[in-house]
Structure formats: structure tokens, C-alpha cells
């Protein structure tokens, strides 16, 4: 039975963790506290009775030596020591067609730039944020009527219909290939600050207030008597 490590948090970590449940591997997994309105894979993991921790996955902590680390939306970056103890079989799922569009939130600063094609890379970790070599890359159209969830739920959910493969590549020994191209990065934080520039073209106003839409709907209440 092979160990794996899940690092993740929202919706696309839940469901890895469910399809990593059906091939019953060994498995622990490293999560945040969560947001109400964020798919909460602690309480997932409590209900399918998986081990996991809150904090920072570090040598200390290590629950057993892994087969396979697989980094699904986690916000820690994973260190050397870690990435060097699984011999480097360790692989991120990017919601961007990498090299370009590198760090964070980069379906919003795809949406916001005006791209009509975005998609999704499977890559190895290294030292760097983003740069390790591609295992699985594939594109996803940008529709005009797309606001940023729309775009994160399409672009994660096509990506993890790709997530057995990536891993039966790794395990097959497979290296992956170097990434080329153009290079761009985003640092983490919401993009403008939030705040819509009156002098921006009005179509640029647009797709921000599209790429703006995240999140949520008020709390389910209580109905009362």
C-alpha cells in the first residue's frame, strides 16, 4: 500500500481526498481552519475518520515517510527538507498554463487580464514557487459570461479528472518536462485591493467586477416561529 500526504484546503482538496479514499491508499492530510463558506476538508477528514493535522507539515511532524506528497490549493509553501525526504515526488495542482501566471490567484488575474484561454498544471515542487517541471497541462476556455467562480470550479474540477493519471506518471518514474515560455507571477492578495479605478476602460471595469465575485451568499438561518 502506498503512503501519500494530501496538503490542501477548499473544495478541490475534499475531493481529491475522496478519490484517494477509492484507491485506499495510506493516507494523511494537512489542512487550514476554514472559512463557513469554504468546503471544510478537516471536517471531511473527521467524517471519513482520516488522520490530519492543522499545522504546517515539517520533518518533525511527518506521520510516516510518504510515497507521494500532493499539494490541492495548500497555502503553506512546502519546504527543502520536506521536498528532498520523498526524493522529490511531490506535485502541486495550478490552476494556470504555467510558466505563465505563477503564484496566486491566478484564475482571478487571468479573468481580469482579459485571457481567453486559461487551464491547469500538474508540476513537480522544487524550491521555487511554480517552477518545477510539468507532469500534465491542459487548456479550458474563458466564456465572457464567466465571474471568477465559475472559472476556479471548471478549471479545478477538469483538473482533478486528471488526478490518477498525474500520480500513476510520478509512480511510473516519470520526470516530467521543463517549463517554457513566457513567465509571469502574482503575489498573494486580492487584486487592486478590491477597489474598482474610475479611469479603467470600461471593459477592463467589467471582467474586475466579474472576477470580483467571491464569496458568498448569506448564512442558511434558522426559520423563525
Not at 491508499?25 to 487550514?32: A, E, G, L, S
Not at 463557513?36 to 515517510?65: A, G
Not at 487580464?113 to 508540476?123: I, L, M, Q, R
Not at 513567465?183 to 487592486?192: A, D, I, L, V, W
Request: aromatic letters at 14%; glycine letters at 4%; hydrophobic letters at 35%.
Amino acid at each position: 500500500m502506498k503512503n501519500i500526504i494530501l496538503c490542501g484546503y477548499n473544495w478541490s482538496a475534499c475531493k481529491a481526498l475522496e478519490l484517494l479514499l477509492e484507491r485506499r491508499y495510506n493516507i494523511y492530510v494537512y489542512t487550514h481552519k476554514s472559512e463557513w463558506y469554504i468546503n471544510d476538508l478537516e471536517s471531511f477528514c473527521i467524517r471519513k475518520k482520516i488522520p490530519y493535522s492543522l499545522e504546517k507539515i515539517s520533518i518533525s511532524n511527518l506521520p510516516f515517510k510518504p510515497d507521494l506528497i500532493c499539494s490541492i490549493y495548500y497555502r503553506n509553501i512546502i519546504s527543502k527538507d520536506i521536498i528532498d525526504h520523498v526524493s522529490k515526488n511531490i506535485i502541486n495542482l495550478h490552476p494556470s498554463l504555467l510558466p505563465n501566471y505563477r503564484g496566486c490567484s491566478s484564475l482571478t488575474w487571468a479573468l481580469i487580464n482579459g485571457e481567453k484561454e486559461v487551464g491547469f498544471t500538474y508540476h513537480f515542487i522544487d524550491q521555487e514557487v511554480d517552477t518545477g517541471n510539468i507532469i500534465i497541462q491542459k487548456k479550458e476556455k474563458v466564456y465572457d459570461f464567466d465571474t471568477q467562480q465559475s472559472l476556479y470550479y471548471r478549471v479545478m474540477f477538469n483538473g482533478l479528472n486528471y488526478f490518477y493519471e498525474a500520480i500513476d506518471l510520478v509512480f511510473s518514474g516519470y520526470k516530467g518536462k521543463p517549463q517554457e515560455g513566457e513567465t509571469s507571477f502574482y503575489k498573494r492578495g486580492c487584486p487592486h485591493k478590491g477597489e474598482l479605478n474610475k479611469s479603467w476602460p470600461l471593459d477592463y471595469k467589467e471582467r474586475f467586477i466579474r472576477a470580483m465575485i467571491n464569496p458568498p451568499l448569506p448564512r442558511a438561518k434558522i426559520e423563525q416561529q
